[in-house]
T-cell receptor
Framework: EAQVTQNPRYLITVTGKKLTVTCSQN?????MSWYRQDPGLGLRQIYY???????DKGDVPEGYKVSRKEKRNFPLILESPSPNQTSLYFC???????????FGPGTRLTVT | GEDVEQSLFLSVREGDSSVINCTYT??????LYWYKQEPGAGLQLLTY?????DMKQDQRLTVLLNKKDKHLSLRIADTQTGDSAIYFC?????????????FGTGTKLQVIP
């Protein structure tokens, strides 16, 4: 089954404790992206990747890192999480930038 | 950068039509999408329209594009309770020579039985 998986689905952590949210797709898509969803602000892009070893900042990259060592995986790293990073995070992939995006189920992160 | 705006809420009665609106700023936008997000789930593509089209119909869904006013709308005919969700428009435009996707703020549709 074609899908995008994210782990964990829920995470509660404390300020400053490094964490990684994994994202994996099995559709051989080149384009992958991370978004955060906040009430009233919609979906905002954090980082995106056009292909392996090619990543770039989205609209709200501060406090986040990503890597794309393999085509299927695109982890999101929070080196020192802060409470303003409490949000719902989505990973997405698509064949191209302009194509249909396939979303993961989301990761709800709470930073206390 | 591109700005994509939507109203936050819409409430309709079951059986009525729903119209969800979206405005954008980048006139070079090439593809425009509508995604649906059901509670507790990720987004799923509902329908899309190319910028060289004015209208697209797909069963109960009608997408209208007014390029002059940079206005996109999604009409859902005979709205059902299962249509209750958040609807996002997404616009593909040019940003410094690269294609970029920008999502709107999302419209929460509430269908009253």
């Amino acid at each position: 089954e074609a899908q995008v998986t994210q782990n964990p689905r829920y995470l509660i952590t404390v300020t400053g404790k490094k964490l990684t949210v994994t994202c994996s797709q099995n559709m051989n898509h080149e384009y992958m992206s991370w978004y955060r969803q906040d009430p009233g602000l919609g979906l905002r892009q954090i980082y995106y990747s056009m292909n392996v070893e090619v990543t770039d900042k989205g609209d709200v990259p501060e406090g986040y890192k990503v890597s794309r060592k393999e085509k299927r995986n695109f982890p999101l790293i929070l080196e020192s999480p802060s409470p303003n990073q409490t949000s719902l995070y989505f990973c997405a992939s698509s064949p191209t930038v302009g194509g249909e995006q396939y979303f993961g189920p989301g990761t709800r992160l709470t930073v206390t | 950068g591109e700005d994509v705006e939507q109203s936050l809420f819409l409430s309709v009665r079951e059986g009525d039509s729903s119209v969800i609106n979206c405005t954008y700023t980048d006139s070079s936008s090439t593809y425009l999408y509508w995604y649906k997000q059901e509670p507790g789930a990720g987004l799923q593509l509902l329908t899309y329209i190319f910028s060289n089209m004015d209208m697209k119909q797909d069963q109960r869904l009608t997408v209208l594009l007014n390029k002059k006013d940079k206005h996109l709308s999604l009409r859902i005919a005979d709205t059902q309770t299962g249509d209750s969700a958040i609807y996002f428009c997404a616009v593909i435009g040019d940003s410094g020579g690269y294609q970029k996707v920008t999502f709107g703020t999302g419209t929460k549709l509430q269908v009253i039985p």
